[in-house]
């Protein structure tokens, strides 16, 4: 599980893995001490909320990502979603017939479509929605890519939001057009070594995204 928090991953591990993490002691006293790529064992649930929490008001300077191995990340994931306010989404990676890829930017910065779910909607129908509601385009799902979480302050409470990524394919961009009230800027179709590029002034779960996507479907 990596949650993303102020655009900083966050691993739930449940065993050390080689990202080139550094063992940190789990005593640290202030969350200020957290440098680099600090790896953490037996931190309890409690305060690996309270970090999750300050980092999502407040970027610690030299952080770049950090690991907590825990007993059973499933577990973990109970224990969060529990404690925060849970919020379900969806989005798609859609790929043309020329293999190109529909990037938008949004408020700034470059973005794949995505939204909330609806009240007792599937995964897969709010993203298929959330993309043509976004981007005025007719597209199809191609199969699961990947989940992604991250977090985010809304009246005074933090949240956070799951998104479920599908891959697909374009049926009609005809009338493709952005979604102005959502903040949606303008929608471009880009080569994988434009999308690298845009990814430069993007965010770190849409790269992860991007990544498994490159990983997995890139070649087909």
């Not at 550094?22 to 680099?36: A, I, N, P, Q, V």
């Not at 931190?43 to 970027?59: G, H």
Request: with cysteine; charged share 30%.
């Amino acid at each position: 599980m990596v949650i993303f928090v102020n655009n900083i991953p966050v691993h739930i591990l449940d065993q050390p893995e080689g990202f080139g993490f550094t063992e940190w002691k789990s005593d640290f006293e202030k969350l200020e001490e957290l440098r680099g790529k600090p790896l953490l064992f037996e931190v309890k649930y409690k305060r690996i909320l309270l970090l999750i929490d300050y980092l999502t008001s407040k970027a610690l300077d030299g952080l770049e990502e950090i690991a907590f191995v825990v007993q059973d990340v499933s577990d973990f994931k109970q224990y969060i979603k529990s404690h925060v306010s849970f919020v379900k989404a969806a989005g798609g990676v859609v790929k043309n017939k020329d293999g190109k890829i529909l990037m938008m930017k949004r408020l700034g910065f470059w973005d794949l479509p995505k939204g909330k779910a609806e009240k007792g909607e599937k995964s897969e129908i709010t993203a298929l929605r959330e993309v043509e509601e976004e981007c005025n385009v007719t597209v199809f799902s191609d199969g699961r890519l990947v989940t992604t979480w991250h977090t985010y302050m809304a009246k005074g409470r933090l949240h956070l939001k799951r998104t479920k990524w599908y891959r697909m394919g374009l049926v009609s961009d005809s009338k493709m057009k952005p979604q102005k009230e959502e903040g949606i800027e303008e929608l471009v179709w880009m080569t994988d070594a434009e999308v690298i590029e845009a990814e430069k002034n993007s965010y770190k779960s849409i790269s992860y995204v991007l990544k498994e996507y490159r990983k997995n479907w890139i070649n087909e």
